[in-house]
């Protein structure tokens, strides 16, 4: 009694990653539409008559990979922006070109790119998260691979949505368009939990929870964002998660780097899968997962190549070489992560991390046919020993290459044939490629060029161009100043006190200005501290004019400094820094019907033995700068400083810049 089959693959070392990695050699597997229909001993032939057979020449065949995590259509940004921290390399180069580029052409043009490397490095399946999620999804059906395509929500504006509540719609339709797809699964992705709010995470557990699809997100991929959700939330990240209902979704999680044992156990609990991402997670220097644990625990692990412009590459044969590698490294134990259970996370439980498991990740009977054929034969893989069983998988992770796969095929095409592409046009999707990058570059060489362009890119920052007309004289003692605001010659109007840190930039071109990052710590009556506040400003040639001793000044651009000084620095690239630090006492005063500041200032950095005076006012015109410079040179008088030993200095050049 015989089967008709469509296909029938013989002669072949069939690895089939079941649950008790079950080998074949030689052995078949056989397929009917886009399933697979058997899998067994050479033997097994005998009972079925295909439509067609392919002799494999006594390669591999084994599930397709499973790229649990990454970003396809960044390929068009590989290389664009390297060796940098995560928050510069992110905020400053991959969001700033991701809001002038990205749109659908982009995408496709991206995810068909990525669907070609993947193809050629044995991947028939993967999880992304992106921007106009729907492109992707297209282009990955058109490749023919399997995906489950994350569509991206996050709290601020994104190249496919001005609010998160558009983000949220589009979404939703998304899903509801795509959700009986044969090969993509659709889902939403909030970005993290540190680029959504709580409304977000809950929303999008919600929707994934109603139309029973995956959730696709990022956890505890940095010491900084576990630290700062310990700070906000008074809780590591998974737990606060969980109080946003996300567990109520079937979670893949990429990373997972800095979890503790009781996070672990609440990740196995809830059935979320983890995407472990070596090669970012050492790029980024995030960490090292702490994966032969979650594994011991029960926790589905896949591996991940993540984005093209964080890895560079989407080749899951290094990928998972890695992972096996860095695991023992790191534990100082050499049995962990053997082979063959790293390849299960990439095929078996990668698939189940994905939460598709009952689809594909091995190869058995009923599950789809996404294969694919490794030719052992290269030098690199030779020679080939039977004694030990799992020398097969020991060859695979850590000799092969993704250059051994010959052959792939998924949902039951094929896909790649002798190493031709059948699905994807790689020579025009090069030419297209080519033609965004000098569009890129361009934009970037002109943005690198101004500090300003390069300021308003990182987002937050306000024009506000202002001109004040200021003074400054060096004093021995307060006393006279104190005595003059407590007369009735001036008026009071507010005062506050605080303690002022300044980090000035300045570059080789005098004219692109300076960048102020300024701190202020608020002191209270007591001298303790009650607030904080920090901004950026980027100040013009600094002097517009004199008159006297009053000098003339401009400031442009004023931003709220959301990021580190350190960001700022790696960011800008200054060609010099001064540091500036005083203790300042700020009274509002009102004199001959005119408002000033009045600053005193005792500088701790750089040291120095008396008090700097400072006045100054806003002015709008030079009619009215002269007129105020003129007032000014009274108000030094009257507050114990003679005008004609004003000092022209600003703090910087105090402090020794130019
Ligand atoms: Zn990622």
Known sequence: MSTSCDLLLTNAIVLTLDEAFTTYN??????????????????LAAEYVPRETVDCGGKVVMPGLV?????????????????????????????????EFVNPDFVRLGTSLACAEMIRSGITCFADMYYYEEAV??????????????????????PDAASYEDSLAATRDFISR???????????????????????????????????????THLSETLFEVENSRREHGMPVIPWVKKQNLFEAKVLAAHCVHVDEGEIRALKNFKAGV??????????ASGVAPVARMLELGVNVGIGTDGPSSNNDLDMFEEVRLAAILAKGTTGDPTVLPAPQTLAM??????????????????????????????LSPLHNSPSFTRDPNSIYAQIVYAAKSTDVTDVLCHGKWLMRNRNLLTVDEKNLLLAARDYAKRIDHFLIQREGSVLQKLV????????????????????????????LQSDVLTVIRSVHYHEFDTYFSFDDPA???????EDEYLNDKGQVTNARARLTLMGEEREGEFGSVLLSRSRYIAPATHSLRFYREYFKPAAEHEVEKDRRRWLVAYKGVEFFVNLDKLIQPASAGFYLEIKSRTWSRRDAKDKAAIISELLAVLGASPDKAIKADYVELAGGS
């Open 275 to 284: 995407s472990h991402n070596p090669t970012s997670n050492l790029k980024l």
């Open 457 to 484: 890119a990182i987002g937050g920052a306000v024009e506000q161009e202002s001109f004040e007309v200021q003074a400054k004289a060096q004093l021995t003692s307060p006393e006279t100043v104190f005595k003059a």
């Open 346 to 375: 990439a095929t078996r439980i990668g698939a189940r991390a994905l939460h598709l498991g009952h689809l594909t990740g091995s190869l058995e009977p009923g599950k789809r046919a996404d294969l694919i054929l490794i030719d």
């Open 178 to 216: 795509w959700k009986s797809h044969p090969l993509i699964v659709p889902a939403p992705a909030p970005h993290a939990p540190y680029t959504c709010t709580p409304d977000i995470l809950q929303a999008c557990a919600a929707l994934a929870a109603e139309f029973d699809v995956p959730l696709h």
């Open 26 to 43: 030689p052995g078949i597997v056989a397929i009917t539409q886009e399933n697979i229909i058997a899998v067994g001993p050479a033997t």
């Open 67 to 99: 790229n649990a995590h990454t970003h396809v259509p960044m390929t068009l940004l590989r290389g664009l922006a390297d060796d940098l921290r995560l928050d510069v390399w992110l905020l400053g180069y991959m969001l700033p070109v991701e809001r």
């Open 137 to 158: 999804a297209e282009a990955t059906a058109a490749a023919g691979m399997r995906a489950l395509c994350g569509q991206t929500v996050l709290k601020f504006p994104s």
């Open 512 to 518: 692109q200005g300076r960048v102020r990052y300024r």
